[in-house]
């Protein structure tokens, strides 16, 4: 059910914002240390690919999916960001999101949190949640994400937008406060914010970031009717 929520909330998103779609041009940046494993040959590369790229912690993943219909034509770009302990691949599938990518056009992330939960579970630092006084710095992995799919693939840069499920839910939230400046919007399913240090003080210094750069970003938040919270 919180999947299916997950699904629900990202495509409002998407249809929110799109009124204010306008193509980039695409970029060139050059990742170091980067390499790619293609699941489909090179070239327009539509279909699912799975990416590799090194990291101050080790090898991050991520699972990418371009829609058969692209053409080089800019297209907005989502994440779908799994919660804790959760497998990334399984995730993109199992909330539909692979298929809305297909049916509706956009181009899919859905990356891989970093095993760092009591070192067995996948987990994001999105802050108090969920790998407290780690150096992972997983904003920076969204950004570098953003930077490499840019480098390799047409992407409007004014719709990148998030949606997350728990502590992917966190993440997205963390991100809207954190890089702004990259992420147009969001949708929280069973998320809250938890910048650090947590509760007000961190609420307070999610709306400094924006105020830094002049502006919010929308955000659904969505908890389930059954949820007590």
């Known amino acids: 059910?919180?999947?299916?929520?997950?699904?629900?909330?990202?495509?409002?998103?998407?249809?929110?914002?799109?009124?204010?779609?306008?193509?980039?041009?695409?970029?060139?940046?050059?990742?170091?240390?980067?390499?790619?494993?293609?699941?489909?040959?090179?070239?327009?590369?539509?279909?699912?690919?799975?990416?590799?790229?090194?990291?101050?912690?080790?090898?991050?993943?991520?699972?990418?999916?371009?829609?058969?219909?692209?053409?080089?034509?800019?297209?907005?770009?989502?994440?779908?960001?799994?919660?804790?302990?959760?497998?990334?691949?399984?995730?993109?599938?199992?909330?539909?999101?692979?298929?809305?990518?297909?049916?509706?056009?956009?181009?899919?992330?859905?990356?891989?949190?970093?095993?760092?939960?009591?070192?067995?579970?996948?987990a994001w630092n999105s802050g108090t949640c969920c790998m407290e006084g780690s150096k992972v710095d997983d904003v920076q992995f969204f950004k570098d994400m953003v930077q490499f799919m840019t480098s390799n693939f047409a992407i409007d840069s004014k719709r990148v937008y998030l949606s997350g499920f728990s502590n992917g839910a966190f993440m997205t939230e963390t991100l809207l406060c954190k890089a702004s400046d990259v992420f147009k919007a969001g949708a929280s399913v069973s998320g809250t914010t938890v910048v650090l240090p947590g509760n007000d003080e961190g609420m307070a210094n999610c709306d400094a970031d924006h105020k830094a750069v002049g502006f919010n970003r929308p955000l659904f938040h969505l908890h389930g009717t059954l949820d007590p919270v």
């Open 1 to 122: 059910m919180q999947r299916t929520l997950l699904l629900v909330a990202a495509l409002s998103v998407i249809g929110y914002v799109a009124a204010s779609a306008s193509f980039s041009e695409r970029t060139s940046v050059s990742m170091m240390n980067h390499f790619t494993r293609r699941a489909t040959p090179p070239g327009n590369a539509s279909g699912e690919i799975e990416h590799s790229m090194q990291r101050p912690e080790g090898t991050r993943h991520f699972w990418s999916y371009v829609p058969t219909s692209y053409t080089g034509t800019a297209l907005p770009f989502v994440f779908a960001i799994h919660g804790l302990g959760d497998d990334c691949h399984s995730f993109g599938h199992n909330t539909g999101m692979v298929n809305e990518a297909e049916k509706r056009g956009f181009i899919l992330v859905y990356p891989c949190g970093w095993v760092g939960f009591f070192w067995v579970e996948t």
